[in-house]
């Protein structure tokens, strides 16, 4: 089980990571989900926390309002929980990207041109699918820790069929 400091920073980083990934429509269904993750806050400090986070509601395609924050790299356009969409935008650039993959126990090495890994590793940690506790990168290279002592294997699996190549 994940261990969140009682921080603000971690507050927030918790509530950018439910609003890419849930579609959260109102303070107090954040609030909620902050306690099932152990975060203890009230809908003041929410509320606080998604100015300062430059937090807007949009309108969903089924006319309903949700929360959303900026998308990464000063782009304005706003993320919403769609995991859908970040699967396609993984698969998008793991095809782009990805040079090679190679599993050993629990540990994966993706390797990519230079300059893209710590691309690839944001859009690897907001498509929240792979089971990974997290990812660490360099210039060209990914090391992404899976949570299964022996997981290694299944989501260098995982890479290589959203590439488009046989497993």
Same mark, same amino acid.
């Given at each position: 089980?994940?261990?969140?400091? #009682?921080?603000k920073?971690a507050?927030q980083? @918790?509530i950018?990571?439910? *609003?890419? @990934? =849930?579609?959260v429509?109102?303070q107090?269904?954040l609030?909620?989900?902050?306690? =099932?993750? +152990?975060?203890?806050?009230?809908?003041?400090?929410?509320s606080?926390?998604?100015? =300062?986070l430059?937090?807007? @509601?949009? @309108?969903?395609a089924d +006319?309903a *309002?949700? &929360?959303?924050?900026p998308?990464?790299g000063?782009?304005?356009?706003?993320?919403?929980?769609d995991?859908a #969409?970040? $699967?396609v !935008?993984?698969? !998008?650039?793991?095809r =782009?990207?990805?040079? $090679?993959?190679e599993?050993?126990?629990n540990l994966?090495?993706?390797?990519?041109?230079?300059?893209?890994?710590q &691309?690839?590793?944001?859009a690897i940690?907001? #498509?929240?699918g792979?089971?990974t506790m997290? $990812?660490i990168?360099?210039d060209? $290279? *990914?090391?992404?820790?899976c949570r299964?002592?022996?997981?290694?294997?299944?989501?260098a699996? &995982?890479?290589t069929? *959203?590439?488009?190549q046989?497993?």
């Open positions: 089980m994940t261990t969140v400091p #009682a921080t920073t507050r980083q @918790r950018v990571e439910l *609003l890419t @990934r =849930e579609e429509r109102s107090s269904d609030v909620g989900l902050l306690a =099932e993750a +152990g975060i203890s806050a009230t809908v003041s400090t929410v606080r926390d998604l100015v =300062e430059g937090a807007v @509601r949009i @309108r969903q +006319g *309002l949700v &929360y959303a924050v998308a990464e000063g782009d304005p356009t706003p993320r919403v929980g995991t #969409a970040a $699967t !935008r993984l698969q !998008r650039l793991v =782009e990207l990805m040079v $090679t993959v599993a050993s126990a994966v090495v993706l390797r990519t041109p230079p300059g893209a890994a &691309y690839l590793a944001s940690d907001h #498509a929240g792979v089971d997290g $990812t990168a360099g060209d $290279t *990914l090391l992404l820790i299964d002592p022996h997981g290694g294997s299944a989501v699996d &995982y890479f069929q *959203l590439a488009g046989p497993a």
